[in-house]
């Protein structure tokens, strides 16, 4: 539906989609059910959207594609191994798209964010609370140690995020293709 509304032509597409459970009962609890929920939704969502998309990009013969990764693709997480195992696979996926759809001018990038300031993490449900209740800690506390887990020590603004997300898809990074991009305030360490 969205590429037909789209009108026949698509310059831009931004895959932007994810849900990070956390599993705070260890690997063991997580059911076949669940992974393929998170897999379906982490993966294959911007798998569909791409595959619907990426044929009128190359009709065009230009375009870019952004993806919203997660730092979790390069730092796992056991708290949410198998968000962590589908935006692996969705970074690779993109990188492997961008050598193959490269020559015919179309660019593909992915960003990874941190912690991010949305109701994924600070909402009712979301990672702090849920966290919080399996360590006995409050969710400021859990909010606290992830922030301070950070070089900048905050999390990320999701306008921050926007912001790389609008540069990658415009002309300005005309030769940026199949890189992923950190916007994690120091959260993984360089060596």
Partial sequence: ?????????????????????????????????????????????????????LPVMLAAGRGSIVTVGSVNATLPDPLVIDYSAGKAALVA????????VGPQGIRVNTVSPGPVETELWLGGGGVA??????????AEEVVAQASGATVTGRFSKPSEVADLVLFLAGDRAGN??????LIDGGFIPTW
Avoid: C, H, M, Y
Avoid at 129 to 138: F, M, W
């Fill in 1 to 53: 539906r969205l590429v037909d509304a789209a009108g026949g032509r698509i310059d831009v597409l931004v895959n932007n989609v994810g849900s990070a459970p956390a599993r705070t009962g260890g690997f063991l609890s997580v059911t076949d059910e669940q992974w393929r929920r998170t897999v379906d939704l982490n993966l294959l969502t911007a798998v569909r959207v791409t595959r619907a998309a």
């Fill in 93 to 100: 996926f993109s990188k492997a798209l961008s050598k193959e």
């Fill in 129 to 138: 609370e849920t966290v919080s209740a399996a360590a006995g800690l409050t």
């Fill in 176 to 181: 940026i293709t199949g890189s992923d991009f």
